[in-house]
């Protein structure tokens, strides 16, 4: 086999798999990346092993043309998606509830779609710079994500974390683009709501 | 009457997200100009938004591991796969 010459490999080698290397390289990587989403850490074991096992099989799909690392990562966002899509497809008969307005008497006024006196928005810790209190805040900010309803969860994390395309979510989640800013509008309302109530 | 806080909150998120039509534009802007409620509120959603991001980019950094017996179980799966193959 011969080498080639520096300038070339840096240029255009193509990226080798080392499956030998994957569970050292890459597992505690996946499984942060899939427990940051799934937040049951038994499935996120889960879906990294399956990562892994529909790799080997698609090892001869691999075309090299981005790291290792992003390949699989790919591979385990598709099964992330398919987690969420089960877990919010049993709710797809609410999602009609979704268009009436009624879950918004929570926060405002029916008549006139203000803020209810006891919804309003207060100040609290969330503009300071200090980090200790940042880090709690943001602790409980994750305890009341995970409050969230299953469908809603699916698709804040959709945008929040992977920045993927309001029509792939649409697709993917079987939403439609009005239900997608209802339920964006929603979880955002209860999650600020959550953190009002919690914080301190 | 439009421009009331459940429709200017609405506009809020949107904006985050995406760019608004002209005429939500100068709705959301005539209502915040005399809603201090939901001025507050664009400020804390906006600021839940960059925690979000946060909390996510740097999950990578927080030292999650996967539990090491589990770890030696993958890589003997691997191995059993690639001897297969």
Known sequence: ????????????????????????????????????????????????????????????????????????????????IDVYRKKSSGLGKNITSLDTEQQDQDFFDPYDGHWKKSHCPEPFGIDTNDPLMNKELKSILQKCIQKLPALWLSVFTMKHMDEESTELICEELRVTPSNFWVIIHRAKLNLRACLQKNWI | MIYNCRKATFLIEKKQLTVLTLREKIELRIHLSGCSFCRLFQKQSIGINKMVYELFHQAVNREIRLDDDYKKKLQERIEEQLDKN
Not at chain 1, 42 to 64: M, P, S
């Open chain 1, 1 to 80: 086999m011969s080498i080639p010459d520096s300038e070339e490999t840096l240029t255009t080698a193509p990226v080798i798999l080392d499956p030998q290397h994957w569970v050292a390289n890459h597992a505690d990587y996946l499984f942060s990346y899939a427990i940051t989403r799934i937040n049951e850490e038994e499935q996120a074991q889960d879906l990294v092993q399956e990562t892994f096992l529909a790799a080997l099989q698609r090892i001869h799909k691999f075309e090299g043309r981005s790291s290792e690392r992003t390949w699989l990562t790919a591979i385990l966002k598709n099964k992330v």
